[in-house]
């Protein structure tokens, strides 16, 4: 595992107020004890209870067209925007709206008994780890194509790179970001999401999820739980910490 100290600051904060829709660039966030608050908090439903996405699953339905539309808070209220320029919110119009555009009758929901999350609460990837998969893949790899939570610019962080990769080096080690404090849990799996296009990010057409299967087990950045909430920044520096004792 590298050794703890800075090792990088926040280059990019996302927030996707609905699973498996487009979502926004921040400024600053919380972290709250459930992940980055608002994030993943809504879902297109199915009447069966499943959850829209990119793929189907024993919780999830693929929905192609979620990706075409973007999810974003005024405030606290959260606004879904389709292609045609349509602001909504939730509630009747919303649902028929979505009803329509994904061709199935669904409904838009708060999380409930079962999570909206894919496999954990916190998503981050390393710009050194995203330029490794650049020369693997032969092609620029748009950050924003895995819809992190946080994009962490290391440099020539060396190991810090190699994190998104292999994941092992930082497992457990906790990383202290603006007033909270996270803890690597595991890589992060990848699915089909990272070859679809979503609102302002274009794919290359190449199969980004291929290679990062032939060159990384399929996984690619870190999943974290949140151990310490507070507010961070964009700009802030992320700093390593030695694994809890337990």
């Known amino acids: 595992m590298t050794s703890h100290g800075t090792i990088g600051r926040i280059a990019a904060v996302h927030r996707y107020p609905v699973k498996s829709l ?16 608002g994030d993943r908090w809504w879902a297109v439903r199915d009447p069966d209870g499943k959850l829209g996405s990119g793929k189907s699953s024993r919780r999830f339905r693929r929905m192609p067209g979620l990706l075409e539309l973007t999810a974003e808070y005024a405030g606290d209220a959260l ?87 292999a994941g092992d080096r930082w497992l457990d080690a906790r990383l202290a970001v603006g007033e909270a404090l996270l803890e690597v849990v595991q890589p992060m799996p990848r699915c089909v999401m990272v070859d679809q296009p979503q609102v302002g990010v274009n794919v290359d057409g190449r199969g980004l999820l291929r ?18 909430t507070g507010r961070f920044r964009l700009g802030d520096e992320v700093v390593l910490q030695p694994p809890a004792i337990r």
């Open 79 to 165: 606004v879904v925007t389709f292609p045609d320029g349509r602001r909504l919110g939730p509630g009747p119009e919303l649902d028929e709206a979505l009803s329509w555009h994904v061709g199935r009758r669904v409904a838009l929901g708060r999380e409930a008994e079962v999570s909206h999350f894919d496999d954990g609460p916190v998503h981050l990837v390393t710009t050194s780890a995203v330029r490794a998969l650049e020369e693997e893949h032969g092609a620029p790899v748009d950050a924003r194509r895995f819809r992190a939570n946080l994009l962490l610019d290391d440099g020539s962080a060396g190991d810090a790179g190699n994190a998104g990769d």
């Open 22 to 37: 487009s979502g926004e660039a921040l400024d600053e966030a919380t972290f709250d004890a459930r992940g980055v608050a």
């Open 211 to 228: 290679t990062i299967a032939a060159h990384r087990d399929n996984d690619f950045g870190l999943l974290l739980r949140v151990v310490r």
